[in-house]
């Protein structure tokens, strides 16, 4: 235990006497989740609209105003001619073309229905998407709105009508902070723990130190330990900061409680900082520490089941989501933060999490070889 106090008095010295490590480990985390969440929006706004009117009539000067009313888009040229508006795709000065063809009301009234057609610029894949979806959820109501116009309604209507009433659980109103912001907090929580103790051991190499370190008669497993406590303290405290920026800036307050995080965090900790402590005892310069950490967290960032959905993905990649720590720490932050979740709920996790953590310290352990 004396061995292990004079480690740690070394390892907290070491970092506190060097300014940049404090900036990483409290002002970057910080900064990021404070400007992070506003730009994470899934919401797609301000979508440019090219408009080709060939019929110029009442209903389809009543449909151009819907759409542009809705707040989604912005008509940034309106023409006749299709060719003219293919070109504001082409310069990259429309997101979506909507064609409305000659004699669209006419036909509409006559036949009791017409075609309009839409080209999306496919460059940016989600904003053509989810904006043809938007647009065609405007057409659909504008659709309904003529036909409730046209309709004359006796006492009981002889057309069926189904009503459709929905209902989002855990989330009412549908607020992408409430589910991104845990997630963020999860990756920065991830980022700071891996890298700094990344470049720990190699650290120590580069400057000489680990040679005396070496020679004396302390075990491996305690030297790991020394270097694994003082960032595991640290790791702790920028969750503390995280979460009081979330209830500051973005009134998010978990509904399972503020316990069940702490306990799952000090284990998710303990897996992360061994992952780093490992990748330390392998590289051999902080450069190389730094790019295999980079590697990893690029990996552990687009398989983790923040902007993309697990279920969504192929095969291949949901069984490398299972290797995944981050993607198990998002699912559970979620789950506590939005659902309410306690310990019994998240045991699972808790046991995938525990054993992450003593293989990748092990390992480190392991790997690690006192020369002298």
Known sequence: ???????????????????????????????QLMILPWAADYEIKNIKLAVTDQDHSTYSRQLISKITSSGYFQLTYYSSSYEQSLHQIEDDKADLILEIPSSFEKTLIKESEAKL??????????????????????????NREVRLEWIQFPRFSPQTQIEVTTSNWYNPLFDYKYFMVPGILVLLLTMVGANLTAINIVKEKEIGTIEQINVTPVKKHLFIIGKLIPFWILGMVVLTLGLLISRLMYGIVPLGGFFTIYVFASVYLLAVLGLGLLISTVASTQ?????????????????????????????????????????????VMRMVVLKGSGLADIKQQMLIMFGFAVVLNGWAVINYRKRS
Do not use: C, H
């Open 1 to 31: 235990m004396r061995t292990l106090k004079f480690l740690l008095q070394k390892e907290f010295r070491q970092i506190f006497r060097d300014p940049s490590i404090l900036r990483i480990i409290f002002i970057m985390p910080v900064i």
């Open 287 to 331: 450069q190389q520490a730094m790019l295999i950490s980079f590697f990893l967290m690029m990996i552990f960032i687009l398989l983790g089941g923040l902007y993309t959905s697990i279920e969504s993905m192929p095969v291949w990649a949901q069984w490398i989501t299972r290797f995944n720590p981050v993607s198990y720490f998002i699912e």
């Open 117 to 142: 057609f839409i080209a999306s610029n496919a460059i940016n894949g989600v904003k053509g998407n989810l904006g043809s979806a938007y647009l065609r959820s405007i057409i659909q109501d504008f």
